[in-house]
């Protein structure tokens, strides 16, 4: 039986509010519970951790093997905290269906070449040092975690931002694959700064402007061009957070969940 | 002439003091060096993939984590292990082109493939037990650099031989399939992991002068010999059996008895014939190439902003 776990992830849980536009509204929602966030907090980290570990024996530089573990690392153990917030970890990673994860799609997608992982990790990494940042400042269930992380959070942010000046500021080579990267990716930015059901005490405002600042200060920088196409507010932005993904996400279940489901309760 | 250039050397040798990378050696003594030194470095980052092959299919989150650890643990060795190779006046770049021409070797046990779970286990009980048993004597290798890595990776090491001993012991205690894996995986391993020691002493032709400089402290089959006495009860602890019929206590030697290791297997796997050679190589070469434009751009930005002065405005 691969049924939910305790909480969420069987019911329709993740009721994500109305778009708001781009920039969000000013109060965090309570419309949710703290399994809902935990939940979706958990599965951006763990489904990023999964895709920086396919680097594993790929990487352009010793270097960055070493580094790209330390991501996965912590950020696979953000993941286990949060999970097990929710329930058992190793069923809610591995008995869920894709519908059931309330991942953004930023994660999920593919490694691409290096300057794909590295755009993702910038939008990504400056998204979650924001939330750690406001999350750390409340008494909320999610504080403790969020005062951990928030020192790796800014060491994956910064590995991030000094490889796109590299990569930017670089080769013309390196400079074109990185603003494509850059690009390619914008589209799902717009759900980083989305209220998170279940989620209180964040001004996503805030989040929104702050992360829109970094980032735009990092790409140029780097002599990039900050992407205005596509909208950022389009339908596809929301959708991992109700469960909507995109088709490289179910090939990557299959792969992480195989085995797991393979020998229905085994213990490893 | 030698005796009166490197009289200092053999002195410091024969006092058991380490070399140090700025003392006067003999070229041949610099050159096993590199040579071993590089080598073992190759097998650290050759030896990611096989493991790697495992970390996205990793049937707990537990188990994930620590081998995306362990996997990151064998970068870090070569990290220090190529960086040894470069006190002696090697370069990294030109090591790793040596490796990718196939002109330098790697253990030939990664060239075995990682065909279950389980065989994530049996690499750590059984190829990094192997490794630490070769290893734990280079800690006290007579050139400083490399004993000294060697010193921080045989810590490394018993943790990662420990996690596969306990990944085979849950296997074991597991379901009848999950013992099946293990058993399985043991089975394919073993006779390589005892190859990892190299040819048998009186083919050996390197080991005499590498134990006169004392970078090497023991003969391959004092080293094997060791490995089955420690590994024969750990396996009975672990529930499993070593596939060999030979396997028995010798009271008289104090010793275990062993069965003929294959040496025409070693010698095809050695010459590249093995199951993964070319896939191992391959995708080492790949990741070389698909990687140049990186470091090319992190080159070509380190040097426009060393040029830069300092304080420019931006």
């Known amino acids: 039986m691969n049924g939910p776990a305790t909480g969420g992830p069987g019911r329709a849980t993740g009721v994500v509010p109305e778009a708001a536009g781009a920039a969000g509204t000013t109060a965090g929602t309570a419309s949710g519970t703290t399994e809902d966030a935990a939940l979706a907090l958990g599965d951006d980290a763990l489904v990023l951790s999964h895709r920086l570990a396919e680097w594993a024996g790929h990487a352009p530089a010793l270097e960055e093997e070493v580094a790209l573990a330390n991501l996965a690392l912590d950020l696979l153990g953000q993941a286990r905290t949060l999970l097990t917030m929710v329930g058992?970890?190793?069923r809610l990673a591995f008995c869920r269906q894709e519908r059931a994860f309330r991942n953004v799609q930023l994660v999920e997608q593919p490694?691409?070449?290096?300057?794909?992982?590295?755009?993702?990790?910038?939008?990504?990494?400056?998204?979650?040092?924001?939330?750690?940042?406001?999350?750390?400042?409340?008494?909320?269930?999610?504080?403790?975690?969020?005062?951990?992380?928030?020192?790796?959070?800014?060491?994956?942010?910064?590995?991030?931002?000094?490889?796109?000046?590299?990569?930017?500021?670089?080769?013309?080579?390196?400079?074109?694959?990185?603003?494509?990267?850059?690009?390619a990716l914008w589209r799902y930015t717009g759900e980083l700064t989305r209220p998170v059901a279940g989620l209180a005490g964040v001004d996503w405002a805030a989040l929104a402007a702050g992360w829109a600042e970094r980032v735009g200060a990092t790409l140029r920088a780097a002599t990039l061009t900050v992407p205005e196409a596509p909208a950022r507010a389009v339908w596809s932005a929301g959708g991992g957070r109700q469960g909507i993904h995109t088709e490289p996400f179910g090939r990557l279940l299959a792969e992480m969940q195989h085995l797991h489901r393979s020998h229905p309760g085994a213990r490893w | 002439m030698h005796e009166g250039v490197y009289r200092e050397f053999e002195e410091t040798i024969a006092a058991g003091e380490r070399i140090e990378p700025r003392d006067a050696m003999p070229p041949e003594y610099r050159a096993t060096l590199i040579r071993q030194i590089a080598q073992h470095a190759h097998s650290e980052i050759i030896g990611m993939?096989?493991?790697?092959?495992?970390?996205?299919?990793?049937?707990?989150?537990?188990?994930?984590?620590?081998?995306?650890?362990?996997?990151?643990?064998?970068?870090?060795?070569?990290?220090y292990l190529y960086g040894a190779a470069e006190t002696l006046g090697a370069r990294r770049d030109e090591l790793l082109d040596r490796l990718h021409a196939g002109r330098q070797k790697y253990s030939s046990i990664f060239n075995y493939p990682t065909l279950t779970w389980a065989d994530v286990g049996a690499i750590g009980w059984l190829v990094d037990g192997a490794a630490i048993v070769n290893q734990v004597p280079l800690c006290r290798c007579s050139y400083g650099p490399y004993a000294r890595a060697m010193t921080r990776i045989c810590k490394e090491e018993s943790f990662h031989q420990?996690?596969?001993?306990?990944?085979?012991?849950?296997?074991?205690?597991?379901?009848?399939?999950?013992?099946?894996?293990?058993?399985?995986?043991?089975?394919?391993w073993w006779w390589p992991s005892l190859m990892m020691f190299g040819p048998p002493d009186g083919e050996s032709p390197r080991t005499e002068r590498s134990m006169a400089w004392k970078i090497k402290r023991h003969t391959n089959d004092e080293l094997r010999q060791r490995f089955v006495d420690i590994v024969v009860p750990q396996a009975a602890s672990l529930g499993l059996t070593l596939p060999d019929p030979?396997?028995?206590?010798?009271?008289?030697?104090g010793h275990h008895d062993f069965g003929p290791i294959d040496w025409a297997e070693f010698h095809a796997v050695l010459r590249g014939e093995g199951p993964c050679n070319a896939q191992r190589l391959g995708q080492r070469r790949r990741a070389h190439e698909e990687g140049a434009w990186v470091r090319e751009a992190a080159a070509a930005y380190a040097a426009r902003h060393a040029a830069r002065p300092a304080g420019r405005a931006a």
């Open chain 1, 111 to 183: 490694n691409g070449d290096f300057a794909h992982t590295i755009a993702r990790q910038l939008y990504f990494s400056t998204y979650q040092e924001l939330l750690w940042e406001q999350l750390a400042a409340g008494d909320g269930p999610f504080a403790p975690l969020a005062a951990k992380a928030g020192p790796e959070t800014a060491y994956h942010r910064d590995h991030a931002v000094t490889w796109t000046l590299r990569l930017g500021d670089g080769t013309r080579l390196s400079r074109e694959r990185m603003q494509r990267a850059v690009d």
């Open chain 2, 162 to 188: 420990r996690q596969g001993y306990e990944l085979l012991l849950a296997l074991s205690h597991g379901t009848e399939e999950q013992h099946e894996m293990a058993q399985d995986a043991v089975n394919r």
């Open chain 2, 246 to 253: 030979l396997l028995r206590w010798n009271e008289e030697r």
């Open chain 1, 88 to 90: 058992d970890e190793d």
């Open chain 2, 49 to 79: 993939q096989p493991e790697a092959n495992w970390i996205t299919r990793a049937p707990s989150l537990r188990r994930k984590a620590i081998l995306i650890a362990k996997v990151q643990d064998e970068a870090g060795h070569g990290l």
